[in-house]
């Protein structure tokens, strides 16, 4: 699901951070900010060999747009946001989640990825 200023996806395909931040790149924007979230190796002490995501895409979807429509009023020089969730295996080293804001200035980005 996408319109002209977020890139929301939920799924078992997931975008790249370069396919994320392609669309949140904008000539406005002076800064590009990122996070992905990385499947680690442990968890409480015990070894994981992958993570898996089980949800209900729309309703994941619609949760997703309405943390982008509370990000761009509590930061409301953002460009554009792409928020991404990976569904099904997520193995070691891989991203499950990516998050990438565009803005003006990089501390408006930054904190809109936290």
């Avoid at 790249?16 to 904008?26: G, M, Q, T, W």
């Avoid at 800064?31 to 002490?45: E, K, L, P, V």
């Amino acid at each position: 699901m996408s319109d002209q200023r977020f890139f929301i996806s939920v799924g078992g395909e997931m975008p790249s951070l370069a396919d994320c931040h392609s669309f949140v790149n904008l000539p406005s924007c002076g800064a590009i900010s990122s996070f992905a979230g990385i499947t680690r190796d442990n968890f409480s002490g015990k070894k994981v060999t992958r993570l898996s995501y089980e949800g209900y895409i729309p309703m994941a979807e619609k949760e997703l747009r309405k943390l982008c429509d509370e990000a761009v009023v509590k930061f409301p020089t953002i460009g554009k946001i792409a928020a991404v969730h990976l569904l099904g295996d997520c193995p070691i080293g891989s991203a499950s989640v990516v998050l990438c804001a565009s803005s003006p200035h990089r501390k408006e980005a930054m904190h809109c990825v936290e």
